[in-house]
């Protein structure tokens, strides 16, 4: 089996882009462990300043090697790089959080709604395009709002229709959510399961608009310190069971955590208390971890890159 291990957020701040390098080298100097690729928040305060982002040493690595990284699509954190998204912004003219934005489309299905969803991502995407000179080799969103069927119609509708970029279908199997769920609030049971739900409707959609997708997803019931080998142990072992599975997607968020004197970091609006948990250092710590590699080797899965699968 093939293991993409994706690092989300990268961009947000060079100290969380110093995290996700440390783990991106470990699997290029071919360990078997770190991460395989990381997704890049256009809107983060590294990623939308072209001075602060030709210093940054993830982005000179990616550029470097000619590693084309993913585009996380985010319209729930921060500021905007669309001038024409009034909608989609509070009061202090910031993007309405994980629960607002899903709030809005619930009030809201507008055809004026739908053109600031577009228009956003199209200037995300635009920006990956000055960053890396390509698109993006994969997709997926901050907070999974990617399979909201509103912004499911826009990403079909943008410029990366038909172009065979992979996506996230964030659907996980419901065993490992009621694991999950003896460490974890209800609150974000429900909202896992509610993204399931989302990510099985998305998919066909997706799918007949020429994205491509893994076999299986995994990284919800994973997230802090449900990383570790009992959890993935019990993940590789039920996913081979199952056969007929070549490909796996494991979302993580390493990265050297953020304090509240990090005021240059985020996506506008400074960083947020999941950036600045010791989460993020335990993630980076594990997925280079020579029990990750030793686990890795044990059930004969290998890290691999999206460009790699055919």
Known sequence: MKLIVVADDGGYSEIRDTGILSALEDSSSGSNRGISEVAILTNGVVSRDLNRTSRSNLFSYLKQYRMTPGLHINLTEGTPLSKRCSLLLNDCGIFRGKFGFRQLLQQDESEELFREIFAEIEAQITQFVVLFGCDPSFINGHQHIHVLPMVVKAICSSSLNGKSIFVRIPHEDSVY??????????????FYQQVGKESEAAKADFVQNGFRVVDVFIGMALMGQNLNVQNLKRDFQALINKGSISTI?????????????????????GPDDFSKSSDRDYELN??????????????GINLQRFSCIE
Do not use: R, W
């Not at 997607?249 to 609006?269: I, N, Q, W």
């Not at 594990?286 to 059930?299: G, H, V």
């Open 249 to 269: 997607e494991l979302m993580v968020h390493p990265g050297y955590p953020l304090t509240e004197k990090d005021t240059e970091a985020g996506c506008g609006s």
């Open 177 to 190: 959510l009621d694991t999950f769920s003896s460490t974890s609030n209800m609150e974000a049971i429900s």
């Open 286 to 299: 594990f997925l280079k971890s020579q029990q990750f590699s030793d686990l890795m080797q044990t059930f």
